[in-house]
Nanobody, 128 residues
Framework: QVQLVESGGGSVQAGGSLRLSCAASQRTFSVYAMGWFRQAPGKEREFVTAITWIGGRTYYADSVKGRFTISRDNAKNTVYLQMNSLKPEDTAVYYC?????????????????????WGQGTQVTVSS
């Protein structure tokens, strides 16, 4: 079983920044991409961003493009989400997930069905 642990959530004012981390707690196999999703109370789970391990290709939802940056550290099996210029609408529980797809379209990685393992989530709250 792949175990993923998110950290770095918290409460900030609008315009502030946070950096989330997602670390695999054990050795993993056939994991070729990592993604971030978020879910606000009463709303559907929403794709945020994803990155492939080999080529480092990135995918971003329009709502976060230009403000959020995903990165990876292969040696640590860790993925980061740098969030700048935060808005109240970014408030949600953020989840990281691992995918077995080596490559694909934006639509592939934007679908939660493309991910096999999920972290427990970390709360991000942005006040106005």
């Amino acid at each position: 079983q792949v175990q993923l642990v998110e950290s770095g959530g918290g409460s900030v004012q609008a315009g502030g920044s946070l950096r989330l981390s997602c670390a695999a707690s054990q050795r993993t196999f056939s994991v070729y991409a990592m993604g971030w999703f978020r879910q606000a109370p009463g709303k559907e789970r929403e794709f945020v961003t994803a990155i492939t391990w080999i080529g480092g290709r990135t995918y971003y939802a329009d709502s976060v493009k230009g403000r959020f940056t995903i990165s990876r550290d292969n040696a640590k099996n860790t993925v980061y989400l740098q969030m700048n210029s935060l808005k109240p609408e970014d408030t949600a529980v953020y989840y990281c997930a691992s995918s077995g797809y080596y490559s694909g379209s934006y639509y592939l990685f934007a679908s939660s069905d493309s991910y096999r393992y999920w972290g427990q989530g970390t709360q991000v709250t942005v006040s106005s």
